[in-house]
């Protein structure tokens, strides 16, 4: 039995399905988007873009529609709570390597806006909202999608590939029998959005500031309109407790007191994992994104590191799709699950264990490191190509 129809399926239309099927579109491959709820997220989550990220999405027309709208951000700084700035990164020293040497801050939802428009102007994709597929299979020459729609009426659609890139719960993953192991982060994180304006209010401080402290770190986040706060929280408590305004008022007091209350626009609590999966691919059937590997946000490389997944499957899928054996495929599998573990992972760990280290001695070595690494022009350059995710694509093109 054959499910061939000459289309890419993708399943979840979140940022890294997005940039999927308009890169595949791009290429002149038509897709069908299929995504389970009736308007794509428009809260904040992500908002942290790196600077390949955007030379990536220039090439289909949408980093000028971000940059517009974003902020712009050539620094950015780890802090001590009480001592203030330790080391403060300079992004100008990727001038040369990447025709954005900044980090853009920008709302997640701005990047699904554009991209959404981007296919639904396309002649070749085709968009499915309210539509949750809820089995998939393949044989030698295609793959299908059986899905419902919000009315309960039910839909098959075929393709020659599939490409999962529906999330933290992805069904893709369960569908291809993939582990998913890993850990979950003690603490619970609390993200909380307020328009007052820390860069007024604090001296030195950078628009992206990850904050060490023995007894609580906490992350600084400038956005166009709010400042995001990050702060660790006891999982032990409940949510009401957590996201109580009483509550929330004292954490953010604590951070900065004022002498009237915080206005706090959006607020959220999350539990944080690390969890890569042992497979990225099945036959026909290809991950991405949080359905193949989640990490905590401390770094901005979970969104960031979800689209250089989809623009390195979308590059070897176009081969594929024109002739290159299905085969060759394996190949992204293994460059983007060292990414995974050896980059994003590693480097997410990292931060967190500057920020969280209790030792004193520990975290006067750190802030060591730090210092003479800004201080030190070569290592400083080495380290924002690192932290900007540059260095790790580009050793990449060292695994076959």
Request: hydrophobic residues 40%; contains cysteine.
């Amino acid at each position: 039995m054959s499910y061939k129809n000459e289309q890419v399926v993708v399943v979840g239309a979140g940022p890294v399905g997005l940039v999927a099927t308009a890169f595949l579109l791009d290429a002149g491959i038509p897709v069908t988007l299929i995504e389970a709820t009736a308007d794509l997220a428009q809260d904040l989550r992500a908002s942290t873009f790196h600077p390949p990220t955007l030379d990536f999405l220039a090439r289909i027309g949408i980093t000028k529609t971000l940059v517009d709208q974003g902020l712009v951000c050539h620094e950015w700084q780890f802090r001590d709570r009480t001592e203030g700035v330790v080391a403060t990164f300079d992004l100008s020293h990727l001038a040369g390597e990447t025709d954005y040497p900044f980090r853009l801050q920008c709302e997640q939802w701005k990047l699904t806006k554009a991209l959404r428009e981007f296919v639904e102007n396309h002649p070749d994709g085709k968009l499915l909202t309210e539509t949750r597929a809820t089995e998939i299979g393949q044989d030698e020459n295609g793959i299908w999608v059986r899905a419902t729609h919000a009315d309960e009426s039910e839909v098959e659609v075929n393709g020659r590939f599939l490409i999962g890139t529906d999330g933290a719960h992805s069904i893709i993953r369960r569908a291809i029998g993939a582990n998913f192991d890993g850990i979950t982060i003690p603490e619970i994180f609390l993200s909380l959005s307020t328009h007052f304006k820390y860069h007024e209010a604090m001296p030195d401080l950078a628009n992206i500031a990850y904050v060490s402290d023995p007894s609580e770190w906490l992350v600084l986040l400038r956005t166009p309109s709010l400042w995001r706060v990050l702060l660790p929280t006891n999982p032990d408590d409940s949510e009401d407790f957590i996201m109580d305004p009483e509550n929330v008022e004292a954490r953010l007091q604590a951070v900065l007191p004022t002498d009237r209350p915080y206005e706090v626009v959006h607020k959220t609590a999350y539990r944080v994992h690390e969890r890569v999966v042992d497979k990225y691919l099945d036959g026909r059937i290809f991950l991405a994104g949080d359905a193949a590997h989640l990490n905590n946000p401390l770094g901005g490389m979970g969104m960031n590191g979800g689209i250089h997944d989809a623009v390195n499957l979308v590059e070897k899928l176009v081969k594929v799709w024109h002739g290159e054996p299905l085969e060759s495929m394996e190949r992204y599998q293994r460059q983007r699950r060292k990414v995974a573990l050896e980059t994003v992972q590693a480097q997410a760990l990292r931060n967190r264990a500057i920020l969280n280290a209790t030792d004193p001695k520990q975290r006067a070595d750190y802030y060591d490191d730090l210092r003479a690494t800004v201080g030190d022009p070569l290592r400083h350059k080495e380290f924002v190509m690192r932290s900007s995710m540059i260095t790790s694509l580009r050793e990449l093109e060292t695994v076959e």
